[in-house]
């Protein structure tokens, strides 16, 4: 407001004789706990004190003495200490934007860095003669003739016999259908999930003790890819209309905060909260802007990596086309807008935070969590992974049992025990299909008398006959522990009822999330393959990144689930450049775990790339 170490007069008006009748209304404008030099021309505001009969607005119990001879305590008295320091200055401003900016601006030039080494590298093989794939340790591979069968005597996916020298070579097939041209131009949304094989055939090839990715990846590769290009078109429409009123509301209840001047809207850290324009914390909106620029370098590096594989497929490179993981980018580029639309809507929660808002904050985060969930199953099952439509759909269901949560969750207990009953069933049909490969289906008709018999036949069969040792016993190990963690949390949820519904959605998701990726991890190395130095790097930058953002995440500035004094009792100074506070550094490092995050889906399996596809299993 006014240069460093100037005097500042405060005007405190007492009124005598001041008597408030209960049957005339009675107003004030309170100035905000942040004044600002321009809503005061005349460089003087009003501090109003207003000192309430009982504790129950500071966080104190209610009571009242008695019903028909009610008193107030009249003889209260309050020790107050008002303290009354110069804003920071304008050059704070320019400086935290500039180093925030920098800052996320320093992984472009990392990611350009990188590129451009991989590039000379590709180069100097070019000039020695070596077009051989590489792994991405400095060794490379030529392609190999493949026995006519695989493991399990089948021939899917199987490259034929060639007399070509070794180096990269043209494929006649493409996964056992006829070449066709690269555009997906003529294929249709009709054409989506067929397969030449009949249902018996589905059942044969996906029902068998030993998968491999041949196995799971027959469809044609235009189907498939146009089928997950659905995710990215999809999530772009939802985060337009999900955006869009969530931007109006906020706005909403920042302007009723700037013209009332009632502080006791949004829960801000008032020791750390900087203003500018309209925005009573612009320093909480400042740090998300992490997410959007590390969202868009994902984008770029995944658009890299695509036109670099369409390249090969247009060349009818046979690595591109029947060696390593199916290259589908779909669901990437999914990932990408998700993390951007994170910043944008934690930017709109921190412009007003409080209880009924904190749901825009973590809708797209369990989207981030779902679609990674789906990318890492559909890197080894491709052909029958969910598509746009269910996926969406079911985090539309998840959203909607969120703001359920919110409204009911606090006290009602028939809430928990339908959640938690739906959080059961769900695990368990899941479970099923993830068990059986999307092969389990019974069917119902009205002269079928048998469907139960036949359904105790399956159960004492997988189940009871098998129970020693189950036919596919890595997934079932998965199952079972993944089915413990989301009892326990359908349980803990239904005895505790914890108040913050949307934190306990998030957590289930993670949680899931975290130990999907771990059980991949494993079986990946149990399977003799190997992680190349980059994905290693994301990994630990992953798992350093969140354990710092973690920490600066519990410091707890704020909260909304106690009184705005309570709220106001946790609030601490800044910590960086006297303009950012803890929570803002939350924001800076997940944002940077999330980039590690996606790079880790994104490049985990780099190795493959010079491995048979009838060589890589599946679980």
Same mark, same amino acid.
């Given at each position: 407001?006014?240069?460093?170490?100037?005097?500042?007069?405060?005007?405190?008006?007492? =009124?005598?004789?001041?008597?408030?009748?209960?049957?005339?209304?009675?107003?004030?404008?309170?100035?905000?706990?942040?004044?600002?030099?321009?809503?005061?021309?005349?460089?003087?505001?009003?501090?109003?004190?207003?000192?309430?009969?009982?504790?129950?607005?500071?966080?104190?119990?209610?009571?009242?003495?008695?019903?028909?001879?009610? /008193?107030?305590?009249?003889?209260?008295?309050?020790?107050?200490?008002?303290?009354?320091?110069?804003?920071?200055?304008?050059?704070?401003?320019?400086?935290?934007?500039?180093?925030?900016?920098?800052?996320?601006?320093?992984?472009?030039?990392?990611?350009?860095?990188?590129?451009?080494?991989?590039?000379?590298?590709?180069?100097?093989? #070019?000039?020695?003669?070596?077009?051989?794939?590489?792994?991405?340790?400095?060794? /490379?591979?030529?392609?190999?003739?493949?026995?006519?069968?695989?493991?399990?005597?089948?021939?899917?996916?199987?490259?034929?016999?060639?007399?070509?020298? !070794?180096?990269?070579?043209?494929?006649?097939?493409?996964?056992?259908?006829?070449?066709?041209?690269?555009?997906?131009?003529?294929?249709?949304?009709?054409?989506?999930?067929?397969?030449?094989?009949?249902?018996?055939?589905?059942?044969?090839?996906?029902?068998?003790?030993?998968?491999?990715?041949?196995?799971?990846?027959?469809?044609?590769?235009?189907?498939?890819?146009?089928?997950?290009?659905?995710?990215?078109?999809?999530?772009?429409?939802?985060?337009?209309? *999900?955006?869009? !009123?969530?931007?109006?509301?906020?706005?909403?209840?920042?302007?009723?905060?700037?013209?009332?001047?009632?502080?006791?809207?949004?829960? +801000?850290?008032?020791?750390? @909260?900087?203003?500018?324009?309209?925005?009573?914390?612009?320093?909480? &909106?400042?740090?998300?802007?992490?997410?959007?620029?590390?969202?868009?370098?994902?984008?770029?590096?995944?658009?890299?990596?695509? =036109?670099?594989?369409?390249?090969?497929?247009?060349?009818?490179? =046979?690595?591109?086309?029947? +060696?390593?993981?199916?290259?589908?980018?779909?669901?990437?580029?999914?990932?990408?807008?998700?993390?951007?639309?994170?910043?944008?809507?934690?930017?709109?929660?921190?412009?007003?935070?409080?209880?009924?808002?904190?749901?825009?904050? /973590?809708?797209?985060?369990?989207?981030?969590?779902?679609?990674?969930?789906?990318?890492? *199953?559909?890197?080894?099952?491709?052909?029958?992974?969910?598509?746009?439509?269910? @996926?969406?759909?079911?985090?539309?269901?998840?959203?909607?049992?969120?703001?359920?949560?919110?409204?009911?969750?606090?006290?009602?207990?028939?809430?928990?025990?339908?959640?938690?009953?739906?959080? =059961?069933?769900? #695990?368990?049909?899941?479970?099923?299909?993830? *068990? *059986?490969?999307?092969?389990?289906? &019974?069917?119902?008709?009205?002269?079928?008398?048998?469907?139960?018999?036949?359904?105790?036949?399956?159960?004492?069969?997988?189940?009871?006959?098998?129970?020693?040792?189950?036919?596919?016993?890595?997934?079932?190990?998965?199952?079972?522990?993944?089915?413990?963690?989301?009892?326990?949390?359908?349980?803990?949820?239904?005895?505790?009822?914890?108040?913050?519904?949307?934190?306990?959605?998030?957590?289930?998701?993670?949680?899931?999330?975290?130990?999907?990726?771990?059980?991949?991890?494993?079986?990946?190395?149990?399977?003799?393959?190997?992680?190349?130095?980059?994905?290693?790097?994301?990994?630990?930058?992953?798992?350093?990144?969140?354990?710092?953002?973690? +920490?600066?995440?519990?410091?707890?500035? #704020?909260?909304?689930?106690?009184?705005?004094?309570?709220?106001?009792?946790?609030?601490?100074?800044?910590?960086?450049?006297?303009?950012?506070?803890?929570?803002?550094?939350?924001?800076?490092?997940?944002?940077?775990?999330?980039?590690?995050?996606?790079?880790?889906?994104?490049?985990?399996?780099?190795?493959?790339?010079?491995?048979?596809?009838?060589?890589?299993?599946?679980?």
């Amino acid at each position: 407001m006014a240069p460093l170490g100037a005097q500042y007069k405060l005007l405190v008006t007492k =009124i005598k004789h001041f008597q408030l009748q209960t049957n005339v209304a009675f107003h004030f404008t309170a100035s905000p706990s942040q004044p600002q030099k321009k809503d005061f021309p005349g460089e003087q505001f009003f501090v109003v004190f207003v000192i309430k009969p009982e504790d129950y607005a500071c966080g104190g119990s209610f009571f009242i003495q008695g019903k028909e001879n009610q /008193t107030w305590n009249l003889q209260r008295t309050k020790n107050l200490k008002v303290t009354i320091v110069p804003s920071i200055k304008g050059s704070v401003y320019v400086k935290s934007i500039l180093l925030s900016s920098l800052i996320f601006f320093s992984f472009y030039l990392g990611c350009l860095l990188v590129a451009f080494v991989h590039y000379i590298r590709f180069q100097r093989k #070019s000039i020695r003669g070596s077009f051989g794939s590489s792994d991405g340790s400095g060794n /490379t591979a030529v392609s190999r003739p493949i026995a006519a069968s695989t493991p399990e005597g089948s021939n899917y996916g199987a490259i034929e016999e060639s007399s070509s020298s !070794p180096g990269r070579q043209v494929s006649s097939s493409d996964g056992g259908h006829t070449c066709q041209s690269d555009t997906d131009s003529s294929v249709e949304e009709s054409d989506f999930d067929t397969m030449p094989d009949i249902e018996s055939d589905k059942n044969v090839i996906r029902t068998k003790m030993f998968l491999y990715l041949s196995d799971l990846s027959r469809k044609d590769r235009r189907i498939v890819s146009k089928k997950y290009k659905i995710y990215f078109w999809n999530i772009i429409t939802i985060a337009v209309f *999900y955006a869009l !009123p969530v931007i109006q509301l906020v706005i909403t209840y920042q302007t009723v905060a700037n013209v009332t001047g009632n502080q006791d809207i949004c829960y +801000y850290n008032f020791l750390c @909260a900087h203003p500018l324009g309209v925005l009573s914390a612009f320093n909480n &909106i400042l740090s998300n802007l992490g997410h959007v620029l590390l969202g868009f370098l994902f984008l770029l590096i995944v658009l890299r990596r695509d =036109i670099l594989h369409r390249r090969a497929l247009e060349a009818k490179d =046979i690595f591109a086309m029947e +060696y390593g993981i199916p290259k589908h980018f779909g669901v990437f580029y999914a990932m990408g807008i998700a993390l951007m639309m994170e910043g944008v809507l934690s930017a709109c929660y921190h412009v007003c935070p409080n209880y009924s808002n904190f749901q825009f904050d /973590t809708s797209f985060m369990y989207m981030i969590a779902g679609l990674c969930m789906l990318k890492l *199953y559909q890197t080894r099952h491709p052909d029958i992974n969910a598509s746009a439509y269910s @996926a969406y759909a079911s985090f539309a269901v998840v959203i909607t049992l969120t703001v359920l949560g919110v409204v009911f969750g606090k006290n009602d207990l028939w809430f928990w025990v339908i959640f938690s009953a739906i959080h =059961i069933l769900a #695990s368990l049909a899941l479970s099923t299909q993830i *068990y *059986y490969m999307g092969r389990f289906k &019974i069917v119902v008709s009205s002269t079928d008398l048998g469907i139960f018999r036949r359904a105790a036949l399956v159960f004492y069969t997988d189940f009871v006959q098998q129970c020693s040792r189950p036919l596919y016993m890595d997934r079932m190990v998965l199952l079972i522990v993944g089915n413990l963690v989301n009892w326990s949390f359908a349980l803990f949820g239904l005895i505790y009822r914890p108040r913050d519904f949307a934190s306990y959605m998030l957590g289930i998701f993670i949680c899931n999330l975290l130990l999907y990726l771990a059980f991949y991890i494993i079986m990946k190395l149990r399977s003799s393959e190997k992680l190349l130095p980059i994905p290693l790097f994301c990994i630990v930058a992953t798992a350093v990144m969140w354990a710092a953002a973690l +920490y600066f995440f519990f410091q707890n500035l #704020s909260t909304w689930e106690g009184t705005p004094a309570e709220s106001r009792e946790k609030n601490r100074e800044c910590i960086l450049l006297d303009f950012f506070d803890d929570h803002d550094i939350w924001h800076f490092l997940s944002a940077t775990a999330l980039f590690f995050s996606f790079l880790v889906l994104l490049t985990l399996d780099d190795d493959l790339d010079v491995v048979r596809r009838d060589q890589i299993p599946v679980f």
